[in-house]
């Protein structure tokens, strides 16, 4: 399938993504540090009748891309904002819109902005919950370890548990590709997404009043957000299924890409 590169202004500057296949909008949302590149296997395998946009969040990716707004003031109500503006620049009203992980709390904050905007919502490896306080530790740890080392650095913390240990022992290719994502971004960019998922609100009272079809999808050895989180997270959703992803660590759609794209893809048919 071909895949696009494309960027545009919008009302809060220019916005660059990935884009495959055309008719019905699917959004998809990358996880923390990465880029829209995450989704290159979904992009390869679109199915018919629908067109799948996946936006580097503000400060990742392409150079196009927004900068990150003065350092540490971020937060997942601005790359919200920032998915809300381009749609408008795309005319895209509405949309099935989903993230993995961060991208999942993108999704929570859009749809507190704009739940008409969700024709579906996808939820791949991610939590309704906010920070703990040990959670919110590690992630000034991770300011500092970024601060002496760069993005390798954060790539060296963050890879034995983006990635299931067979993907990182046998799946070469995975592990270099995230690897790849992180070391492209720059340190403020992640620095300013380290701040946004610390400061990010609880979800879990929205999940009672969304509204839209949900696909919960989870990876078996996802260590970050694990199978029992995407359980509970999926029964307080009142119109959804769950998918647990066999054999896959937490970017569970890069690791098992066709059993991934094979949940989307039904739910998709099923439900849309
Ligand atoms: C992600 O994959 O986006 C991050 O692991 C999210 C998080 O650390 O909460």
């Known amino acids: 399938m071909n895949i696009t590169q494309q960027s545009i202004p919008t009302a809060r500057g220019p916005m660059a993504w990935l884009e495959a296949g055309a008719g019905w909008p699917l959004i998809l949302l990358h996880a923390f540090p990465l880029t829209a590149d995450m989704w290159r296997p979904q992009l390869e395998q679109v199915p018919q009748g629908w067109r799948f946009i996946a936006p580097d969040l503000r400060g990742f990716g392409r150079a196009q891309s927004l900068p990150p707004k003065g350092g540490?003031?971020?937060?997942?109500?601005?790359?919200?904002?920032?998915?809300?503006?381009?749609?408008?620049?795309?005319?895209?009203?509405?949309?099935?819109?989903?993230?993995?992980?961060?991208?999942?709390?993108?999704?929570?904050?859009?749809?507190?902005?704009?739940?008409?905007?969700?024709?579906?919502?996808?939820?791949?490896?991610?939590?309704?919950?906010?920070?703990?306080?040990?959670?919110?530790?590690?992630?000034?740890?991770?300011?500092?370890?970024?601060?002496?080392?760069?993005?390798?650095?954060?790539?060296?913390?963050?890879?034995?548990?983006?990635?299931?240990?067979?993907?990182?022992?046998?799946?070469?290719?995975?592990?270099?590709?995230?690897?790849?994502?992180?070391?492209?971004?720059?340190p403020e960019a992640i620095d300013a997404a380290i701040f946004a998922l610390m400061e990010r609100p609880d979800s879990t009272p929205d999940l009672a009043g969304i509204s839209c079809a949900t696909l919960v999808v989870v990876g078996e050895l996802d260590e970050i957000t694990p199978v029992a989180e995407a359980q509970e997270m999926q029964r307080a959703l009142p119109r959804s299924t769950l998918t647990v992803i066999p054999g896959a660590g937490h970017l569970s759609n890069l690791e098992q890409p066709a059993s991934f794209s094979r949940a989307l893809g039904d739910f998709l048919l099923a439900h849309l």
């Open 72 to 186: 540490s003031q971020i937060t997942m109500d601005d790359y919200a904002q920032d998915v809300c503006a381009l749609m408008d620049g795309l005319k895209i009203g509405e949309a099935v819109i989903g993230g993995l992980s961060m991208g999942g709390y993108v999704a929570f904050a859009l749809h507190r902005q704009s739940p008409s905007r969700f024709t579906g919502l996808v939820l791949a490896d991610t939590r309704s919950q906010a920070d703990t306080p040990l959670g919110r530790d590690g992630r000034a740890r991770m300011r500092e370890v970024l601060a002496t080392g760069g993005p390798s650095a954060v790539a060296d913390q963050m890879l034995p548990k983006l990635l299931s240990e067979a993907a990182r022992r046998d799946g070469a290719e995975a592990a270099h590709l995230t690897r790849a994502m992180i070391e492209s971004n720059t």
